[in-house]
């Protein structure tokens, strides 16, 4: 599977809410880092970050562009509300070995009428 596929997969799964099929196109030692939290480390990490932020928020991915370069995947998205954002997918052997995302957490948080941080 090219990266361009496996993020074409990604986002649909990731649209259905399905945290364990999107933990499976994850290397059992990936990475992903969402810039405005601290690092994941592991599949087991991601798919239960993936578990809470689906039970916490009805999140759309819509796909404005997704590049390809390479092992890497460059995917550029929106959502209903407004939300937009970037992430970049590197990929061996099939599966996502690192993941980092840029989006804006703040803005996440008030259209999801979720508490924001206090400090």
């Not at 880092?33 to 970050?49: E, F």
């Not at 796909?63 to 209903?80: C, M, R, S």
């Not at 992430?87 to 703040?106: A, H, T």
Request: glycine letters at 8%; hydrophobic letters at 40%; charged letters at 25%.
């Amino acid at each position: 599977m090219t990266p361009k596929t496996l993020v074409e997969e990604w986002v649909r799964l990731f649209n259905e809410g399905n945290a364990q099929a999107l933990g499976q196109l994850y290397a059992e030692d990936a990475i992903n880092h969402q810039v405005a939290n601290s690092p994941l480390k592991g599949k087991k990490a991601i798919i239960n970050s993936f578990e809470t932020e689906f039970a916490t928020a009805k999140m759309t991915c819509i796909v404005e562009h997704i590049f390809e370069d390479g092992d890497w995947a460059i995917l550029e998205w929106k959502d209903p509300l407004g939300l937009r954002g970037c992430g970049f997918f590197q990929v061996s052997e099939g599966k996502i070995v690192f993941q980092r995302g840029y989006w804006d957490k703040l803005s996440f948080l008030r259209v999801h009428n979720l508490p924001l941080p206090t400090t």
